[in-house]
Every structure is written in structure tokens, then in C-alpha cells.
């Protein structure tokens, strides 16, 4: 890896057993130099239900601009309700959703898109019968304004306006390394290259706000490393806000800013990876209990 | 028994090249017909690809915006504007389906929303009735300047008639194919569509509203219906027993795919041209109406060894 990530301290102190961050609007260095800016985003108070059964109980954290945060817990624990809740999928009963300093109302997925929030999926959900570039397209669809007339006839603004938007999606996926894959249907590409298309998908969206759900499953352990240089590029070079979900505890750590840890839908812990690995909750948790 | 082996393997071809010109006709008509089965099939498939509801209101939609058209211009409006007013009720019928039948039915089972389509289907028959009355009508062919009359080709001492009403058909189904095909491939819009058609939670993840994609499919599929009902309409009359035509696009649909374009056209075209031949040359051994059964006989076959279609995506169930 390129640079280390572990034994980060957070300025703030330990922020374990929930105990959340109070002094939000400031920014924190990490111990690698990055200054952190101030809350893009604040959980408060989450709880979901289905039916009777409680996904998510009284969930409360935030996301600092420019930060890599990770949401961790064993299956089951609520992380993807959590991701879901976020990017509106699904809407909590209770508690209150906080972006870029307004209270966010119930809003549809598409409605939170707009508003910059991308996402990609555990199970890939790519355009499958669509190309790599196509699939990359997708994701400059709301920055494309020019009516389909225009773009029918494919003269003036609309050609330009297609060819700018064009430009920037190989940007990307040069940036990516999927360029011999360009023409390719994604359909019929292996797993690895999958999750990077969806990845470059969700970057085309310039989002103030990327999650990114389980980026590492399934993955062999270089396509892992290859996936995790990735998402510390993107994090670095478009200073991306990120927040991932991961089961894998080894992975986060090395990769994450701070860390939150969920179990049966209750937060367990909420501080830096040292601090998460030391907390005996989530020791607990991961390697289970005598009782 | 000879004279059996004898009509089925032997007779029809000897008779195909005696009269070459007798079987141009045959292929000719069958062309025709199959270009509009293939666009019946079209709007079936632009909303089975968008939002996986297989539309059996297809049909009757094809009626009802032929009886809107000729209603209005029965009421002296312009064929013009008429052809436009008639646009803009399929574009309030695709927002209304949109609005009051999809967005309640979301994420219910498939079965459910065929269901609401066949309502759909009953509660514009019975709007169609009650607005423009149960009667035939004749299409406006000569107010929206299409043609009529025939051209006459002799090759080689035979006689071969084309309709031009046919031609016209033909040319018009064909720039509408284009001209869709162009859209889906070439604009934001279509991108979107094929998008949807993919996955849904994808879509909503790039920001695209469902809901506003559906009433684009909902509408295109109605002007896929206009055209079909002014063509079908020009040949035949406008009644409401064409919506049984619209029987036809099954067949169709299960030889070309239910997810596929170029499918519905190709499969159209072989329907269209198959069964006029077998009528012809085979349906004597039948004793008659062999057209109204050989597509069904055809799709039984394809069910049985191809059951995705010529076209259709491939079947695969995770064990």
C-alpha cells in the first residue's frame, strides 16, 4: 500500500461506545497529514424497522468531508440498512438525517442522487447489456441537460455537451485502469473489473459523498489491494468523501479514517481503528462471547 | 396416402416456381402483415423492457387511438391537429397508467400488474364505446396524405400488385423502427431507458426517476399504437375487433424474445410471411382459416426447444 493508514489518532479522543464526536464543525488532522474538513453528513438517532424486526436501533454518527469512514459489523449487524438509509432506499421511523448542514426530508434514491450522494452495490448492479463506457455514461446522466431533440440530431450543443461529458468518463476510467475494457459488455466481464466498472459509475457522478457497499467482497487478495489503492486514490486524488461497508475487519483497517461498529442493528463502538480494535465490545462481537 | 405425401412435400413447390410471380405476391402480402405484427410487438416490448409488465393492453390501445383520430376528425377537426390531439391523449394515457395503476403497483408480483393491465384493456374498451360508439369507422387515410391506389410489376410476363398504402406502411414502420432505435441508442433519454430496463436500483443510485422513465416507455409504446392503428386501420377499418390482432404479437413475442427489438421484428416478419405462405400453399390440405392457428403452432414449437426466443436473453437459474 501506498502509505500507511494504521495507528491514525483522531484529534477528538476516543469516541467509543457511542460516545459521538460533539464538537462536529471542527476539523481534524489525521496522522498522515490529511486535514479533514468539517460534518458533510450526520446520522442522528437512526432507528428502522421492518415490521417487527428492529434493522437499526438509535444509530448516531457523522461523516467529516474528505474522509474515508467505514461502517463495520458482523452479518447482519444493519451496515447495508444503514447505506440503504442513507442513499434513501430505505426510510428510518425515527432519528434524522443531516446533509451538508440541512435536515434532509424524506427524499426518493433518485431525488438524493441529484443532491450528490452515489453509491455502488454488495451484489453489483451494473447495466449489463450496456458497455463499460455506456455503464460509466450512466452516471453523467443528471449533468446532461440538453433536450433529446437535440441530442437526436446530434449537432451543436448537444454534440458538445455529449463529447465534454464523454471526456471526463475516460478520464475516469483511465484513472481506474479499465481502458482495454472500454467497448467490452460489462455482462461478460470477471468480478473484479465488475466492481471497478461500478466504481467508475458512481465516480462519473462527481459525488460529495460516495458509498461504497462492501467493495472487497468476493474478491481474490490481490484484486482486494488492487481495490483498496483505488479507493485511497480516489479518496486523494478527487478528495472524495467516502464511506464503505465492509465485514472484513483487516481491510478497514488499514484503509479507514474512522470506523463504526454495528451488531444486531446497535452501534457498538465509534472512534479510529485502534481505538475500535481495542474497544471489548467489538471484540466481543467478532469473536463472540461466553456467557 | 401418395396424393397426402404428395400435397405436402411436392405440390406447393411445383406451384412456387410455376408461378413465381403468384408466390412474390404471397411473400409480399405476408411482408406487410409481418411488419405490423412486428410493431404490435414493438409496443409490447418497449414496456416489457422497462418495467417487466407484460402490457395486454397493447391491443387496445392500438384501437383506441385509431378511434380517437378518426372521433376527432369526425368532429371536424383538422387531420392535422387531430393526429396531434390524439398524440397528446396517449400522452396523458401513459401518464395517468403511470400515475394511478404502476406507482401504486410497485414491486408487486408481475401476475398483479398483468392483472391491472387487463383492467386497464376493459376500462378502454368501455371508454372507446361510450366516446366514439361501438361502430366500424373508417381510417382517415386521404385527410393524413397517405396513399392509395396500386402499382403493377411484370416480371417476365407475370403480375405482381403492391398497394401503396402497403409501401407506405412498410416505409413508416420501418423510420419508426429507426428512428426508436436512434433514440434508445443516441440520447440521454434512451440511455436512461436501457438503463431502467437493466436495473432498477442502478437507476435510482445515477439519479434517474423510475417513474418519469415509465411514462416515456408508456408513451412511446402509444405512439407505436398510433401507428399501427392508422396502418391497420387503412387496410382493414377501425373496429374493435383489431385489438384480437394484437393476439398475433404472443406468437411474435415468443419466437423474438419478449426483451428484444430487432427480435419483435424479425420474429414479426416471419410470422407474418410464414403464415401467408402456409395458407396458401398448405392450407388447402387443412381445409381453411390455417392463419388463424399457424402462429400459435409455430410459438408452441419455439416454447418447446427455444423458449427465450431468437433473441431473447438466456434463461438461467441460479441452483
Known sequence: ?291 | MGDIIYGIFADPFVQMWQMPDFLMQVLWEGFVSGILYALIALGFVLIFKASGIFNFAQGIMVVFSGLTLVGLHALGVPAWLALLLTLATMYALAYSVERLILRNLVNQPDIILFMATIGLTNILIGMGQWIFGGETKTMITKELFLPSGSSVWEPGGGLVIFQHIDIAAAVIAAALIVGLAFFFSKTKVGRALRAVADDHQASLSVGISLNHIWVITWFAAGIVALVTGIMWGARSDVSFSLQIIALKALPVLVLGGFTSVPGAIVGGLIIGIGEKVFEIYWGPLFGSGVEGWFAYVIALVFLLYRPQGLFGEKIIERV
Open chain 1, 1 to 291: 500500500m501506498r502509505r500507511s493508514r494504521g495507528n491514525r489518532v483522531n484529534e477528538h479522543g476516543s469516541g467509543i461506545e457511542g460516545e459521538q464526536v460533539k464538537d462536529t464543525a471542527t476539523n481534524y488532522v489525521t496522522e498522515d497529514g490529511r486535514t479533514i474538513g468539517g460534518v458533510i453528513m450526520e446520522m442522528k438517532n437512526i432507528t428502522l424497522r421492518f415490521g417487527g424486526v428492529v434493522a437499526i436501533k438509535d444509530a448516531s454518527f457523522d461523516i467529516h468531508e474528505g474522509e474515508i469512514r467505514a461502517i463495520i459489523g458482523p452479518n447482519g449487524a444493519g451496515k447495508s440498512s444503514m447505506l440503504n438509509v442513507i442513499n434513501g432506499f430505505y426510510h428510518p421511523q425515527e432519528g434524522e438525517v443531516w446533509f451538508r448542514g440541512e435536515k434532509r426530508p424524506s427524499m426518493k434514491p433518485y431525488e438524493i442522487a441529484e443532491q450528490g450522494i452515489a453509491r455502488t452495490f454488495q451484489n453489483i448492479a451494473l447495466f449489463h447489456g450496456m458497455t463499460t463506457v455506456e455503464n460509466v455514461m450512466t452516471g453523467r446522466q443528471l449533468m446532461m441537460k440538453k433536450n433529446f431533440f437535440w441530442q437526436m440530431l446530434r449537432v451543436g450543443p448537444a454534440l458538445d455537451e455529449e463529447v465534454k461529458h464523454r471526456r471526463k468518463c475516460e478520464e475516469i476510467i483511465d484513472f481506474l485502469e479499465i481502458q482495454a475494457i472500454r467497448k467490452t459488455p460489462v455482462g461478460s466481464l470477471p468480478y473484479g473489473l465488475q466492481k471497478r466498472v461500478e466504481l467508475a459509475r458512481a465516480l462519473a457522478m462527481e459525488p460529495k459523498l460516495l458509498l461504497l457497499d462492501e467493495p472487497m467482497a468476493g474478491m481474490n487478495v490481490e484484486e482486494k489491494e488492487d481495490m483498496s489503492r483505488f479507493i485511497l486514490d480516489v479518496n486523494d486524488q478527487y478528495g472524495t468523501t467516502i464511506a464503505l461497508i465492509e465485514h472484513d475487519m483487516s481491510v478497514v483497517m488499514d484503509l479507514a479514517d474512522r470506523v463504526v461498529v454495528l451488531d444486531y442493528g446497535k452501534m457498538l463502538a465509534d472512534g479510529t481503528p485502534d481505538e475500535v480494535q481495542r474497544n471489548q465490545a467489538v471484540i466481543d462481537a467478532y469473536l463472540g462471547v461466553e456467557h
